[in-house]
């Protein structure tokens, strides 16, 4: 997929967000170990704690479809700041993200900053502490 065609589906997703509390639309997008895109919006809800992350939406569609493990995944929101998941969906992401997932962090128009999530969740807490 060329660059602008993955900014296209990005920008999709966000297009999607339902974020009528903080008016920050977020898409997000994760590559499944396949190499399929699974793509997610911001949810949020009336009663504020109940929304979710874009991450969490886009997680949900690739564990729907049956995949369980990434290796990729790709943030896009409007502003000055480099939008990063959040504390949360850094551990959700965690989950299912094989050695060396990247985390793409894009603005509307151009890739702003790349992380592996290991940077953004040093010493994280995974599936492997319970076996
Ligand atoms: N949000 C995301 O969807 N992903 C992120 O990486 C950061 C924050 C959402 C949650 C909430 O709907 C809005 O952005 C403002 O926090």
Not at 13 to 24: D, E, G, T
Not at 55 to 80: C, F, I, N, P, Q
Not at 84 to 91: A, I, K, L, N
Request: with cysteine; charged share 20%.
């Amino acid at each position: 997929m060329t660059e602008d065609a993955y900014l296209k589906l990005l920008a999709e997703a966000l297009s999607r967000a339902y974020a009528p509390y903080s008016m920050f639309a977020v898409g997000a997008v994760v590559r499944g170990e396949s190499g399929r895109l699974y793509s997610g919006a911001n949810v949020e809800n009336a009663a504020y704690p109940q929304g979710w992350c874009a991450e969490a939406s886009a997680l949900a569609a690739m564990v729907m479809a049956g995949e369980t493990r990434l290796t990729e995944v790709a943030v896009m929101a409007d502003g000055d700041h480099v939008c990063t998941p959040c504390g949360g969906c850094r551990q959700k992401l965690k989950e299912f993200a094989l050695p060396g997932t990247q985390v793409l962090c894009y603005s509307l128009d151009e890739l702003r900053a790349t992380f592996s999530l290991e940077a953004l969740l040093p010493h994280g807490f995974g599936p492997e502490y319970l076996s």
